[in-house]
T-cell receptor, first 111, second 110 residues
Framework: EAGVAQSPRYKIIEKRQSVAFWCNPI?????LYWYQQILGQGPKLLIQ????????DSQLPKDRFSAERLKGVDSTLKIQPAKLEDSAVYLC?????????FGPGTRLTVL | SQQGEEDPQALSIQEGENATMNCSYKTSINNLQWYRQNSGRGLVHLILIRSNEREKHSGRLRVTLDTSKKSSSLLITASRAADTASYFC??????????FGQGTILTVHP
C-alpha cells in the first residue's frame, strides 16, 4: 500500500513570496489533515478535510494560508505572502481506521 | 494550544535499558496515541489506548493511561540504537481532533 505522498520535500523562499505544497493521501482515506511543525515542537493542526469539505480550520492563519481539496483526493496548501515565522515542516496526514498516516513532510525555509 | 505535555523533554540511555516517557493532558479524551518521528521524517503511529483502557502492549512497547490523573506513559523495553527518535503523545477528542504534545527526544547509545 502506498503511503501519503508530499512534494516538494524542501523549499527555500524569501519572505513575501508565495509557496504551495501538494499532498496525495492514501487511497480511500476520506479525511486529510495539514499540520505545521516548528522545530522542537509537536505538529499543530492547520486544517482538516472530510472529502472535499473543511471540518476544522480554526488554527489556519487565513490572512495568508489557504488550502483546498477540490476532488476529495489530492490537496494543496498555499502560503501567500510568506513570513519568516512560517519556516517549519508542513506535514500532511490521512486518517485510517484508527490512526493517522503521515507523509514525509515539506521543509520550508523562509529567508 | 498543545494538549499533551511530555516529560522528560530529552532522554539519553544505553542500549538494553528501558526508556519511560510521560504525557499529561488537560481535557477529556476519546483516546490517546503515541507517535514516533525519526529526524527529518514524518510521524509513525505506534500505539493507541482508549479512554476505558488502562494498559496496552505492543511488542517492546507498553502504554498506560490514568484518566483520573490525565496522564499516560510509554515504556520501551530493551531499547536499541534504532529506537533513537522523537516520541509524541497525541490526545484525541470525542470529535476526532488530534492534539500533539511537544515530544520527548530519545537517544539510545550503542
Amino acid at each position: 500500500e502506498a503511503g501519503v505522498a508530499q512534494s516538494p520535500r524542501y523549499k527555500i523562499i524569501e519572505k513575501r513570496q508565495s509557496v504551495a505544497f501538494w499532498c496525495n493521501p492514501i487511497s480511500g482515506h476520506a479525511t486529510l489533515y495539514w499540520y505545521q511543525q516548528i522545530l522542537g515542537q509537536g505538529p499543530k493542526l492547520l486544517i482538516q478535510f472530510q472529502n472535499n469539505g473543511v471540518v476544522d480550520d480554526s488554527q489556519l492563519p487565513k490572512d495568508r494560508f489557504s488550502a483546498e481539496r477540490l476532488k476529495g483526493v489530492d490537496s494543496t496548501l498555499k502560503i501567500q505572502p510568506a513570513k519568516l515565522e512560517d519556516s517549519a515542516v508542513y506535514l500532511c496526514a490521512s486518517l485510517g481506521l484508527a490512526a493517522q498516516y503521515f507523509g514525509p513532510g515539506t521543509r520550508l525555509t523562509v529567508l | 494550544s498543545q494538549q499533551g505535555e511530555e516529560d522528560p523533554q530529552a532522554l539519553s540511555i544505553q542500549e538494553g535499558e528501558n526508556a519511560t516517557m510521560n504525557c499529561s493532558y488537560k481535557t477529556s479524551i476519546n483516546n490517546l496515541q503515541w507517535y514516533r518521528q525519526n529526524s527529518g521524517r514524518g510521524l509513525v503511529h505506534l500505539i493507541l489506548i482508549r479512554s476505558n483502557e488502562r494498559e496496552k502492549h505492543s511488542g517492546r512497547l507498553r502504554v498506560t493511561l490514568d484518566t483520573s490523573k490525565k496522564s499516560s506513559s510509554l515504556l520501551i523495553t530493551a531499547s536499541r540504537a534504532a529506537d533513537t527518535a522523537s516520541y509524541f503523545c497525541a490526545t484525541v477528542s470525542s470529535y476526532g481532533k488530534l492534539t500533539f504534545g511537544q515530544g520527548t527526544i530519545l537517544t539510545v547509545h550503542p
